[in-house]
């Protein structure tokens, strides 16, 4: 499967950077050889869904209500990220998790409007720095998958290690290695043969120049990247270093 480089673009974005990001994006994403995907806030989404209308790059969310519709001031519900261009929808961010107390039972919810509204859930899991050095970094996240995803799960999950996001500071390949394939058992032994295909996504401080050597790691199907998703040309970089083996392989 190509790797997916997916693009967080958090609360950044106006009308006018939005549209030139989008068109930069779309210009340059014929040669990169990989699945792209950007998710802009939710005020974007329609037009820079117009704007990569018939181009590689598909566009996501970055969060929805668990309800279709309804007495929810200032919610947004996964149809109407469908129906403003959405394919995607990142659910469970640590940043939703600390500033908006989404437990592991309120991303779940989510994730089953998200995939009823046609849309593919990317799931984040990932521990914190003081989980890590007490050895809990395994029990955490298995405890993130198992209460997060429903039984009918069919999507993609992100690992983003809180340490890791906004801080340039990254795990080295042993670590991502043994978490995502502790990862990997875990999506098997819930989902079979489902789970043994389904995208592990590495994040955090994910840079042009960290990107080969993160996500030719086994069990690595790619990227989601926050603040170098905000600048075309290192996000187009990220996305070329992926996909050198494949082409290579592929002649
Ligand atoms: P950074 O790439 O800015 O560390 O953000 C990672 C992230 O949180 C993507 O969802």
């Known amino acids: 499967m190509r790797p997916l480089i997916a693009g967080n673009w958090k609360m950044h974005g106006l009308a006018a950077s939005s549209a030139a990001l989008a068109r930069a994006l779309r210009a340059g994403a014929g040669e990169v050889g990989c699945d792209l995907l950007v998710c ?5 989404i329609g037009a820079v869904a117009a704007l990569l209308a018939g181009s590689p790059v598909a566009v996501g969310g970055q969060d929805c209500h668990r309800e279709r519709e309804g007495a929810h001031t200032g919610d947004i519900s996964a149809a109407m990220l469908r129906d403003a261009g959405a394919g995607f929808v990142i659910l469970g961010h640590s940043e939703r998790r600390a500033d908006h107390g989404e437990t592991n039972e309120t991303v779940r919810g989510k994730v ?16 914190t720095e003081a989980q890590r050095l007490a050895g809990q970094d395994t029990e955490i996240v298995g405890w993130q998958l198992h209460s997060s995803l429903p039984p009918e799960f069919g999507g993609i999950i992100a690992y983003e ?10 795990p080295g390949a042993a670590e991502v290695m043994a978490m995502h394939g502790f990862i990997r058992r875990e999506l098997q032994r ?9 995208r592990i996504l590495y994040g955090g401080s994910v840079k042009p120049a960290n990107a080969a050597a993160l996500l030719h790691l086994p069990e690595v ?3 989601l990247v926050g603040g170098a998703s905000l600048n075309a040309g290192d996000f187009l970089a990220i996305a070329r270093a992926a996909a050198l083996p494949n082409m ?3 002649g």
């Open 112 to 127: 089953v409007a998200a995939q009823q509204a046609g849309l593919v859930p990317i799931v984040c899991v990932g521990e």
């Open 40 to 44: 802009p806030p939710f005020t974007q």
């Open 221 to 223: 199907g790619g990227a």
């Open 190 to 198: 819930g989902f079979g043969a489902v789970g043994a295909g389904m």
């Open 161 to 170: 290690p809180v340490w890791a996001i906004g801080t340039g500071r990254t």
């Open 248 to 250: 290579a392989a592929g």
